[in-house]
């Protein structure tokens, strides 16, 4: 079993930048792929980034390429979510998931409660 626990959110104004941060505890040895998704008042969640356990796989939604970074430490159990150049488009709540590393929110077993992000225009 995975815990997680979103830290980070705000209100910033367009252009800006905020960084999310992810804590998981675990129970488990086997290796998880942690993703973010996000979920606009209204609207589906839909995949943002996703990260694999090394880190070496890296993938990310069109609408956030060149502007979201996703990083992970797991000497720190923790996955962070770069976010530069923020759109009022990005406005949603975040969420971090663990699982297989795929872009469908199905493929996770475990999410954390979300941190709001908000930009202003």
């Known amino acids: 079993q995975v815990q997680l626990v979103e830290s980070g959110g705000g209100l910033v104004q367009a252009g800006g930048s905020l960084r999310l941060s992810c804590a998981a505890s675990s129970r488990t040895s086997s290796p998880y792929a942690l993703g973010w998704f996000r979920q606009a008042p209204g609207k589906e969640r839909e995949f943002v980034a996703v990260?694999?356990?090394?880190?070496?796989?890296?993938y990310y939604a069109d609408s956030v390429k060149g502007r979201f970074t996703i990083s992970r430490d797991n000497a720190k159990n923790t996955v962070y979510l770069q976010m530069n150049t923020l759109k009022p488009e990005d406005t949603a709540v975040y969420y971090c998931a663990a699982g297989s590393g795929a872009t469908t929110a199905r493929s996770y077993d475990y999410w954390g409660r979300g941190t709001q992000v908000t930009v202003s225009s």
């Open positions: 990260i694999s356990w090394s880190g070496a796989r890296l």
